[in-house]
């Protein structure tokens, strides 16, 4: 099992910057970490993710403004976000991916931040 802690979130003026931290613990190796979000009445999305093996995935409204680090030792993921606009306005959910067979991966979820962009 993986727990997840999120902070960061908050209210931040368009063009604004926020930086959401999310640990993990419980497990001895999770294979990706990430940050997906959902606005209200629409579905969760991705928004960013690091795996084990390096590769990346961005979701295209980053459009560079957004950057994920991870420690890999800590077990955090952290998401940097530049130039907030409101549309960015959300919960965003923590996201870690454990192995559990050769070809299968469980999902777990942090209890979600609020992002809020608005002047």
């Known amino acids: 099992q993986v727990q997840l802690v999120e902070s960061g979130g908050g209210l931040v003026q368009p063009g604004g910057s926020l930086r959401l931290s999310c640990a993990a613990s419980?497990?001895?190796?999770?294979?990706?970490m990430g940050w997906y979000r959902q606005a209200p009445g629409k579905q969760r999305e991705l928004v960013a993710q690091?795996?084990?093996?390096?590769?990346?995935n961005f979701a295209d409204f980053v459009k560079d403004r957004f950057t994920i680090s991870r420690d890999y030792a800590k077990n955090t993921v952290d998401l940097q976000m530049n130039n907030l606009q409101p549309e960015d306005t959300a919960v965003y959910y923590c996201?870690?991916?454990?192995?559990?067979?050769?070809?299968?991966?469980?999902?777990?979820w942090g209890q979600g931040t609020q992002v809020i962009v608005s002047s």
């Open positions: 996201n870690a991916k454990r192995p559990t067979s050769e070809r299968t991966m469980a999902d777990y």
């Open positions: 419980g497990s001895t190796f999770i294979y990706a």
């Open positions: 690091l795996s084990s093996d390096g590769s990346t």
